[in-house]
């Protein structure tokens, strides 16, 4: 199975939608709500950066995102800020997070960041895990989200 990584294109946004809602059934506390709230989200985050918003397609079909921003200001350093990564439940387990991730390290190393860093809900606790396993550490908490970071350089 190919998996191709790209910049999304502003007009493919509200497609994906479904993708961002179904991607949160059964965590509707940590997404938008509404639909509405998602196109919302999902434009702010292309609008904060278009270069960190990749999508991977698989035979010509989106079936996953992540939208991060390599130049987020946090404590006053620069980081990578991944805000959000999304796979079809269909496609999960195939390396396509994986290959979304790497290309926004790509991105955040070609840029001098350090540090990868995001926040998760306490309750995702798939998603804890699966950060876990690409090298992510728990750093500290605010309310219900947890803060992961990784470093970027070095070998991996
Ligand atoms: C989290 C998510 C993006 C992972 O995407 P994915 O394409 O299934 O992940 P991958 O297949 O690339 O997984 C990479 C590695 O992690 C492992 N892995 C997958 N799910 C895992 C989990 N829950 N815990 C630990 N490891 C996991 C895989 O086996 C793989 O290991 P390998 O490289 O040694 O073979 C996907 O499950 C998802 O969309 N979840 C819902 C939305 C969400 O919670 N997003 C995060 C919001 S903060």
Not at 65 to 73: E, G, H, I, S, T
Request: charged share 30%; glycine share 12%; hydrophobic share 40%.
């Amino acid at each position: 199975m190919e998996v191709r990584v790209r910049r999304v294109r502003a007009e493919e946004l509200p497609g994906l939608l479904p993708l961002y809602m179904r991607a949160y059934q059964g965590l509707e506390r940590y997404g938008e709500s509404t639909e509405e709230e998602g196109i919302g989200y999902l434009r702010w985050l292309h609008y904060n950066s278009p270069e960190g918003f990749l999508v991977a397609e698989v035979s010509g079909r989106v079936v996953g995102f992540l939208a991060c921003d390599p130049d987020w200001r946090a404590r006053q350093r620069k980081v990578l800020e991944i805000h959000e990564v999304v796979v079809a439940p269909e496609f999960r387990g195939r390396g396509i997070g994986r290959a979304l991730m790497e290309e926004a390290f790509r991105l955040g190393r070609a840029r001098g960041r350090e540090v990868a860093s995001l926040w998760v809900g306490e309750g995702n606790v798939q998603a804890r895990a699966w950060y876990r396993k690409l090298g992510f550490k728990e750093e500290g908490r605010w309310g219900e989200w947890i803060r992961m970071c990784r470093p970027l350089a070095g070998p991996r």
